[in-house]
């Protein structure tokens, strides 16, 4: 667990326009609420628009900084007690970021390890994403190199809700389905669409998926959901068996 305001710091980042745009918005209304010709119901909307951004603003920022830097969650020895025992094979699908990774090689010291990095550029087109991608992790694999049943633990970490197109997230998941061992598990890390998102993300919450679709993708998969728990309110993890193995 970190301290400081590093992870928070660095994900606010990768989306700087839009604060900066924000910031600039801010000031263009104060400045409109203080024009003496300006009318009071202009002055009302003004002052509501100031405090909406700021509000989310400083809610996504925080709420950054209490998933990447207060939680658990990057420090990854939650895993353990998820899966029940030390995994023979690990796989680790991400978007290559610090903050979509997990350091599996610490959790699971005796394990062997795949990493997968989800990342497409042709397809994954979200601004913050392509900006953060100039820190690409080096060593990523395919996921169709893998073979069938390789992976005791198969975790999905912040990676699946990039994909936007729902048949390529279909595939996607019957892919995850078939890398993973039949007594495995697959753990699949993410946001959700739900109302204490938008509260901290606003209109970003519709870059998530709603909790359904994730429940949808796994019955699809033919992965049996074994049990979830939130990591903060704005993680969500869902652990699934293999079934079709």
């Known amino acids: 667990m970190h301290s400081s305001?590093?992870?928070?710091?660095?994900?606010?980042?990768?989306?700087?326009?839009?604060?900066?745009?924000?910031?600039?918005?801010?000031?263009?209304?104060?400045?409109v609420s203080l024009l003496p010709v300006t009318t009071l119901g202009l002055r009302l909307a003004a002052a509501a628009a100031?405090?909406?951004?700021?509000?989310?603003?400083?809610?996504?920022?925080?709420?950054?900084?209490?998933?990447?830097?207060?939680?658990?969650?990057?420090?990854?020895?939650?895993?353990?007690?998820?899966v029940g025992s030390s995994p023979r094979r690990w796989v680790q699908i991400s978007t290559g970021l610090e903050e979509t990774t997990l350091p599996l090689q610490n959790v699971f010291p005796d394990a062997e390890g795949r990493m997968i990095d989800l990342y497409d550029p042709a397809t994954m087109t979200e601004p913050a994403l392509t900006r953060a991608r100039k820190e690409r992790l080096a060593g990523a694999s395919g996921i169709a190199a893998i073979e069938d049943g390789w992976g005791d633990v198969v975790l999905v970490m912040l990676a699946a809700h990039e994909i936007r197109d729902a048949s390529a997230r279909e595939r996607f998941f019957a892919e995850v389905?078939?890398?993973?061992?039949?007594?495995?598990?697959?753990v699949l890390v993410e946001h959700l669409r739900d109302v204490i998102a938008a509260a901290a993300f606003g209109p970003g919450v519709f870059h998530f998926f709603p909790h359904r679709e994730w429940l949808r993708l796994g019955k699809l998969a033919?992965?049996?959901?074994?049990?979830?728990?939130?990591?903060?309110?704005?993680?969500?993890?869902f652990i699934f068996a293999a079934t079709n193995a």
């Open 222 to 237: 033919r992965l049996e959901l074994v049990r979830e728990r939130p990591i903060t309110p704005f993680i969500r993890v």
């Open 177 to 186: 389905a078939r890398i993973a061992s039949s007594d495995g598990r697959v």
């Open 50 to 82: 100031i405090v909406v951004i700021a509000w989310f603003v400083s809610a996504s920022f925080l709420a950054f900084h209490w998933m990447f830097d207060r939680s658990e969650l990057l420090d990854g020895t939650w895993l353990r007690s998820e």
């Open 5 to 31: 305001f590093t992870h928070a710091r660095r994900v606010a980042g990768f989306s700087w326009p839009l604060y900066a745009g924000s910031a600039v918005a801010i000031v263009i209304a104060a400045i």
